[in-house]
């Protein structure tokens, strides 16, 4: 059972476009959405999270979204650059259960093109 | 801050012999260390969970024989991947989190590759 489903799984985005991803989460506990972007060869990198508490937080030309009642968040990356070309991945957890393990989404790969 | 050092970054070993693989946290104390196999265009999959001082917590499917983990402190766990064989090739990341706090950093992982 794939408790966090992220779409879609690839992205071509024009350079200065903006790009979205999407994911959908079941497990009303998880109260941490991070998000995570890996290039080829590399660990993940924490790029933003949210809690619930808040509809939206923004870190620059990155964006996460979040909808509570429809069990949902997005990324929204502004002025997309060739550099943001890597893999994108959504994840949840609950605070204090099974040690804070992480939930992830199968990832987006997204290219943008100059 | 928050940095996660893990080494090697590449292993070349032949079938049958271990490999251990060291994941540091750096600038924090980790009450929680994590370990991800992750396949070419895939997800990670959490292997274990350990806490220090503590025996690793498995995921199911995972051989505990297989891959040994130690976390002898709060800033050191390592995972042993024992008579590595072939299907044993993949990539490998820690990750750590720190000390009541609700956030996982992760390392650069480790190419492993059994001849």
């Known amino acids: 059972q794939q408790q966090v489903k992220q779409s879609p799984q690839s992205l071509i985005v024009q350079k200065g476009g903006i790009s979205i991803i999407n994911c959908a989460y079941e497990n009303t506990a998880f109260d941490y959405f991070p998000w995570y972007q890996q290039f080829p060869g590399k660990g993940p990198a924490l790029l933003i999270a949210i809690r619930p508490d808040v509809s939206e937080k923004k870190e620059g030309r990155f964006t996460i979204s979040f909808n509570k009642s429809a069990k949902q968040f997005s990324l929204h990356i502004m002025d997309s650059q060739p550099g943001d070309s890597a893999t994108y991945f959504c994840a949840a957890s609950m605070s204090g259960g099974s040690n804070y393990k992480l939930t992830f989404g199968k990832g987006t790969l997204l290219t943008v093109n100059p | 801050g928050a940095v996660v050092s893990q080494h090697p970054s590449r292993v070349i070993c032949k079938s049958g012999t271990s490999v251990k693989i060291e994941c540091r946290s750096l600038?924090?104390?980790?009450?929680?260390m994590f370990w991800y196999r992750q396949f070419p265009k895939q997800s990670l999959m959490l292997m274990a969970t350990s806490n220090e001082g503590s025996k690793a917590t498995y995921e199911q499917g995972v051989e505990k024989d297989k891959f040994l983990i130690n976390h002898a402190s709060l800033t050191l766990s390592t995972l042993t991947v024992t008579s590595a064989h072939p299907e044993d090739s993949s990539f490998y990341i820690c990750s750590a989190r720190p000390l009541a706090k609700n956030i996982q950093y992760f390392g650069a992982g480790t190419r492993l590759s059994v001849l």
């Open positions: 600038d924090f104390q980790a009450t929680t």
